[in-house]
C-alpha cells in the first residue's frame, strides 16, 4: 500500500508505503497473497488492507502530517480484485469508532475473507459458460471490452455464487478493490467508476451501465449488490468524519473515485489522443487512447478515466524482459551496452530480416517458439548476432503496433 501527497504544484510533499509480507506478517502472505493448494485460486485477506491503511495513516500522524491541509483525496487498486461485504456492514462503516482502528471495527464485515485477485485462474467454467450466454466470446468483447477472463470480477462471483449460494446470499454489497479503498475514506459505499468497471465483464462499455444478460448469466440479484457506476472522475463527497476525529482531516476534503491501476497508469500519464504507452517488463503491457474501438478477442477495452466519451485499450505481451534478456545474454555476452551497440550498427527495417520471438506460449497472438524469416519469406535457423537483436526489437514493437490498429488505433500523422 502506497501513500503520496502533493501540493498545488504538483511537488511531492510525503511519500511512504507498507509492505504486506515485511510490515504485517501475521497474515503469512507471500507477495501480499496466498496461492491456494489447487495453484488456480489466488487470493489476499481484506483485513489486511483494512489494517494496511491503518498503519500507514499512524506512521503519517507521527511523522507530523498535517492532514488539515488535505484538500482532496483518490486513488488507484489493483485491477479484478473484489471485496464481499456482509449483510449490515454498512451501518458498522458509517458509524466506526475513532477510538478504534479501522480494522477493528470492520473484522465481521465480510462474508468473503479472503479476495480472489487478479493472479487467480479458477473460472474456466463460469468463463465458458458467460460467452455461452452471451452468444460467444466476439459478443460478449463487443458488449464488455473483453472475452470472459478467468480474473474478471464477473466470473469470480459466478464462482462464489455456484459454490457458496449462502456466502452469496448473506452479500450486501460487491465493491472492487478500488471502491472499496474508496468506500473506507467515504465512510459508505462507494461507486464503482467506469474504468475499473470495465474490467469485470459486466459493465456494457457503450451505455456506461451494467448489462443484464451478463449480470443474469453470473448470479441472482447482482445489479443491487454493485450499485450504480459513475465516471472516474467523481466526486463522490466529503471524507467520512471518523478520519476528521482520528486523524485531524478537514470535513472539507473530497473524495474523489478511486480507479483500477492501469487506467490509473493512463490517468498519470498524461496520454492524450494518438498517444501509445508501453510498459517494458517481464510482460510487456500496451496501453493506449483511442476514440472509436473495435473490442477484438485479443486485449482489452476499457472506459477512458480521464474522457468517458473515449476510450483506452490494453494489451499484454507475455514474452517481454525475459526474451530481451535471454536475446542478449546470447548475442551480446549479457551486456546492454554490446546489446544497443549491435542495435545501433544495423539500419531500420534490418534488411527485409524479420524475427518473431516467443520462449513462452504468448497471449497475443497465441504462438510459442522462435520463428526467423530471411529478406525473400523464407524461414532460417539463425541470424548473424547484430540482426538477430534487430529481429527480435523490431519483430516486438511491430507486433504491438499491429494489435493496436486491430482494436482501432490510427497513427496519427
Not at 506512521?59 to 485491477?79: H, I, L, T
Amino acid at each position: 500500500l502506497k501513500v503520496i501527497a502533493i501540493d498545488e504544484q504538483l511537488r511531492v510533499i510525503y511519500e511512504d508505503n507498507v509492505h504486506f509480507d515485511k510490515d504485517l506478517p501475521e497474515f503469512k502472505t507471500q507477495g501480499g497473497v496466498y496461492i491456494h493448494s489447487d495453484r488456480l485460486t489466488v487470493t489476499s485477506p481484506v483485513l489486511m488492507w483494512v489494517k494496511a491503511l491503518d498503519m500507514i495513516l499512524e506512521k503519517m500522524k507521527s511523522s507530523g502530517f498535517n492532514f488539515s491541509q488535505v484538500r482532496a483525496m483518490s486513488g488507484a487498486g489493483q485491477q479484478h480484485g473484489s471485496v464481499y461485504w456482509k449483510k449490515g456492514s454498512i451501518q458498522i462503516l458509517e458509524n466506526a469508532s475513532s477510538e478504534l482502528p479501522l480494522h477493528q471495527s470492520l473484522k465481521g464485515c465480510f462474508s468473503v475473507r479472503d479476495s480472489p485477485i487478479w493472479m487467480d485462474s479458477s473460472t474456466a467454467s463460469q468463463c465458458r459458460a458467460l460467452e455461452k450466454a452471451l452468444g460467444g466470446a466476439q459478443h460478449l468483447a463487443s458488449v464488455t471490452g473483453s472475452r470472459a477472463y478467468e480474473r474478471f470480477t464477473g466470473n469470480q462471483i459466478a464462482k462464489i455464487y455456484s459454490q457458496n449460494p449462502e456466502v452469496y446470499e448473506q452479500t450486501e454489497r460487491i465493491s472492487l478493490v478500488s471502491s472499496f479503498a474508496a468506500s473506507l475514506f467515504l465512510g459508505t459505499y462507494a461507486p464503482i467508476d467506469y474504468s475499473d468497471g470495465s474490467g469485470m465483464n459486466l459493465l456494457q462499455i457503450w451505455e456506461k451501465a451494467w448489462s443484464k444478460p451478463c449480470l443474469d448469466a453470473c448470479a441472482p440479484g447482482l445489479e443491487e449488490r454493485l450499485g450504480c457506476p459513475v465516471p472516474s472522475h467523481s466526486v463522490l463527497g466529503p471524507i467520512s468524519s471518523y478520519y476528521s476525529q482520528r486523524y485531524g482531516f478537514s470535513p472539507d476534503c473530497k473524495i474523489v473515485a478511486f480507479t483500477g491501476d492501469n487506467p490509473a497508469s493512463l490517468a498519470g500519464m498524461r496520454l492524450q489522443e494518438g498517444d501509445i504507452a508501453i510498459s517494458l517488463g517481464t510482460s510487456d503491457t500496451l496501453f493506449l487512447w483511442i476514440q472509436e474501438p473495435t473490442p477484438a478477442l485479443e486485449g482489452h477495452i476499457l472506459c477512458n478515466p480521464v474522457d468517458s466519451q473515449t476510450y483506452m485499450a490494453l494489451l499484454c505481451f507475455k514474452n517481454g524482459s525475459l526474451m530481451r534478456e535471454r536475446i542478449r545474454d546470447d548475442c551480446a555476452s549479457g551486456s546492454w551496452d554490446e546489446f544497443s551497440k549491435a542495435l545501433s550498427s544495423t539500419v531500420a527495417g534490418n534488411g527485409g530480416n524479420l524475427g518473431f520471438y516467443f520462449d513462452v506460449m504468448e497471449i497475443t497472438p497465441e504462438a510459442v517458439g522462435i520463428h526467423r524469416f530471411n529478406r525473400d519469406n523464407q524461414k532460417v535457423p539463425r541470424f548473424p548476432k547484430e540482426v538477430e537483436i534487430r529481429a527480435l526489437i523490431e519483430g516486438q514493437f511491430m507486433a504491438k503496433r499491429i494489435h493496436a490498429e486491430k482494436l482501432g488505433y490510427r497513427v496519427c500523422k
